[in-house]
């Protein structure tokens, strides 16, 4: 019902629970009236209509999804119901397991599922339809939508003024490439214009800051946010936190002024992923990809003759296959280089004047014989590379080369963002946290906070003298070889506890799925010590590890530095 007005929507679909029918009559008092709820009990049982009717369409969506699923396994006859089976595992001299086993089938789970679904489907709409009856709760629950319905618009203006405060920057940002490309200088109009956009900014800001204050919006902002997170997680790609926000519109605003950007950082930073992203999203278009290699040459790059197949005369022909960076010019693609350090320093060179041209330039392609192409627009080159460190074997990048690249450092994400998208990874649709215990949450705080702190001792911004491997009277730092706690190692965490139902305490999948996994022992020992800090672990023994080096007096010592 498009351009309604909040209370408009609340009264129909107040209306529509007004038709609901009942399986069994509603209860009524002596005299044939329905009975009235009581005044302190209306707003009560108004928000239990409300909650009713969300479980009423999660139930509706389940029905049918298992029905398909049913469907689609040619499932035809309903076998046992659990309670039958359950009646037969009674009689345990009697049972027949060959019978059972013939009519249990790995359907099983969700047909049984289905009926449960059904027999609460009909009791809901019975309670609705009782409820509804009342004209005090129904009219209190019309308030309640009408409440609930205003505060999502301002939570959607909020989202809408977030994207017009990005539109703004990425309109001075094409500006000044505009100015850039013609090699002008900045005109007085642009500079007026350039104020304008400044103020519209500002007002932005203050209106977002004014719907905010008004703490339902403020928590339906985060729960869409949350919402959101969960969406980007499913498919599989970057989140866009405040952070990863920031560093997207500064990289856009260098490559819409035709300057490459190079990304730095350490390992599970999520560099590639970042630019992966930018990519598919802002430029609509899957990358021409190059992967840095010591045996790397130009024909990776720029591309080389192929022999073809026979021709209709019997000659053999050959073609010139075109390499990524030829390919991202003629199409109008991005190109990623991906660990640029890793190239030969000769190739790199080469590569100096590929960064140079721009988009409608024409350049030529030796390697084909001097063709030349024409630049389209969406061509555009990023990179990443390793932070030079004893950690990592590159390429020492010579000066003259940076010089011509937009260079940033792509940090680890800040331990807030991190728990924001475990909490959407936990989330239902309608963002309630799925968690069987309720100090699953506090658990989840603390790997963040882990994640945070094993990430800058392994990047070098923090050094502990305690650690295993550490020197205190020689004040050196202990380290991380090759172990760093990745977003991507923490949503193997989290996928593995969701897919085993959460049967084991959270401290089990951070053993099995990464502490396990380290190729160092020395690394296994140290990460085991940083999350007894975090008061994990509790309660273990060092057979329980099985990691060389780790003995149970040594595990001890972890376990008191709580």
């Not at 309903?78 to 001299?93: F, G, Q, R, T, Y």
């Not at 500002?202 to 800051?209: N, V």
């Not at 295993?468 to 050196?476: K, L, P, Q």
């Not at 800090?533 to 007096?553: C, N, Q």
């Amino acid at each position: 019902m498009p351009n309604k007005s909040s209370a408009e929507l609340a009264g129909y679909m107040s209306s529509r629970l007004a038709r609901e029918k009942t399986s069994k009559p509603v209860h009524e008092k002596a005299g044939g009236k329905a009975e009235k709820a009581s005044p302190l009990g209306v707003e009560e049982r108004a928000r239990e209509l409300v909650d009713l009717t969300l479980e009423k369409e999660d139930l509706i969506n389940q029905i049918g999804s298992d029905r398909r699923s049913l469907e689609k396994g040619g499932r035809k006859e309903k076998s046992s119901s659990a309670n039958d089976i359950l009646a037969m595992l009674d009689e345990s001299e009697n049972v027949d397991f060959r019978k059972l086993n013939k009519d249990f089938t790995s359907d099983q789970g969700i047909e049984y599922s289905l009926a449960e679904a059904e027999e609460r489907l009909s009791a809901i709409k019975n309670k609705i339809a009782e409820l509804a009856a009342n004209k005090q709760v129904l009219d209190e629950y019309q308030k309640v939508i009408k409440e609930k319905i205003d505060v999502i618009k301002l939570a959607r203006q909020v989202e809408a003024a977030g994207q017009f405060a990005q539109n703004i920057d990425l309109a001075m940002s094409k500006l000044l490439a505009h100015r850039n490309n013609e090699d002008v200088k900045l005109t007085k109009a642009d500079n007026k214009v350039a104020g304008r956009l400044t103020q519209m900014k500002e007002k932005t800001s203050q209106a977002t800051e004014q719907m905010m204050s008004i703490e339902a919006v403020y928590l339906e902002v985060n729960r869409r946010t949350l919402l959101d997170y969960r969406a980007q997680l499913a498919k599989g790609g970057i989140v866009e936190t405040p952070s990863v926000k920031q560093e997207i519109s500064q990289i856009l605003g260098h490559l819409q002024i035709g300057i490459p950007v190079f990304l730095r950082g350490h390992l599970g930073a999520g560099k590639t992923e970042l630019l992966l992203h930018i990519s598919r999203k802002y430029y609509g278009s899957e990358p021409e990809f190059i992967s840095g290699s010591e045996e790397a040459t130009k024909y990776d790059i720029y591309g080389k003759t192929q022999i073809g197949t026979q021709s209709k005369k019997g000659h053999v022909e050959s073609f010139f296959q075109y390499g990524p960076l030829v390919r991202a010019k003629k199409e109008g693609k991005p190109l990623i280089i991906d660990e640029i350090d890793g190239i030969p320093h000769s190739i790199l060179m080469r590569l100096s004047h590929a960064l140079t041209r721009k988009v409608g330039d024409k350049v030529k392609i030796q390697e084909n014989g001097g063709e030349e192409i024409e630049i389209k627009p969406g061509f555009c080159v990023m990179a990443t590379g390793n932070i030079k460190s004893a950690k990592y074997k590159r390429e020492e990048l010579d000066a003259a080369f940076l010089s011509r690249w937009w260079s940033s450092e792509k940090k680890y994400l800040p331990a807030n963002e991190t728990l924001q998208i475990v909490v959407a990874s936990l989330i239902d649709k309608r963002a309630n946290l799925e968690l069987p215990r309720p100090q699953d949450f506090d658990s989840w705080r603390r790997v963040a906070q882990a994640a945070e702190e094993i990430q800058k001792i392994f990047s070098g911004e923090k050094s502990d003298v305690k650690g295993y491997g550490g020197d205190a009277v020689r004040n050196i730092g202990a380290n991380l070889e090759k172990s760093t706690l990745s977003m991507r190692d923490l949503w193997n965490i989290i996928k593995t506890w969701k897919a085993n139902n959460f049967d084991k305490q959270l401290d089990d999948y951070i053993y099995s799925e990464f502490i396990k996994k380290a190729t160092v022992p020395k690394d296994a020992i140290y990460l085991t010590q940083i999350f007894c800090r975090f008061r994990f672990f509790t309660g273990w023994t060092a057979d329980k590890f099985g990691i060389p080096g780790l003995s149970d007096d040594k595990l001890k010592a972890f376990q008191a530095e709580i």
